[in-house]
């Protein structure tokens, strides 16, 4: 059965993460420039139409990436929430950097056996293989679950400490 997404109006800001190609403008016509500081609108979010589909981690983003260019955002308004993304009504981008010898480093950290430049999928794979745990599982689907997940949240903290390292100011 498909998965129905969220739909709920924010109060408070969602952060987020977005990776994009070096042109750095959106997926989806009308390929607007993404900019620091730039606040996008639409008047009803959807997936795969307007191109500005972030992601609460960053690992989920690197994994919907389409480039190693990273914004930082914070979407309110109508938000729809899908698996490891969401759209909203109001995105803004708080900043924009090129994010590719950070990706690079955090892969080789990871032990990629060898990173591919300009793949940022590469780290995704990297992720999903680190994030199995090694040697003797735990008994249950529900605890090797709940292991993976504290893998997978280790990486979230690590990356996410790395690329906020990119922001302007820092």
Avoid at 57 to 66: E, K, S, Y
Avoid at 87 to 109: I, K, N, Q
Wanted: proline share 8%.
């Amino acid at each position: 059965m498909p998965h129905e997404p969220d739909i709920v109006a924010e109060s408070r800001p969602v952060s987020g993460w977005l990776f994009v190609g070096p042109e750095r403008r959106m997926y989806h016509e009308p390929h607007d420039l993404i900019v620091a500081n730039g606040v996008y609108r639409v008047d009803r979010p959807c997936f795969c139409w307007w191109g500005l589909e972030p992601s609460e981690t960053p690992i989920d983003a690197v994994m919907n990436a389409r480039g190693s260019v990273c914004c930082r955002v914070s979407a309110w308004g109508e938000v729809v929430r899908g698996v490891g993304r969401f759209v909203a009504s109001s995105v803004r981008v708080e900043w924009v950097e090129d994010a590719g010898d950070a990706l690079r480093s955090f892969a080789v950290e990871q032990g990629a056996p060898a990173w591919r430049p300009g793949d940022p999928h590469h780290l995704a794979a990297v992720a999903i293989r680190v994030a199995t745990i090694p040697g003797d599982m735990p008994a249950t689907k529900a605890a090797r679950d709940r292991a993976e997940r504290a893998v997978k949240d280790g990486l979230n903290e690590r990356l996410a400490a790395r690329l906020m390292g990119l922001a302007p100011g820092r």
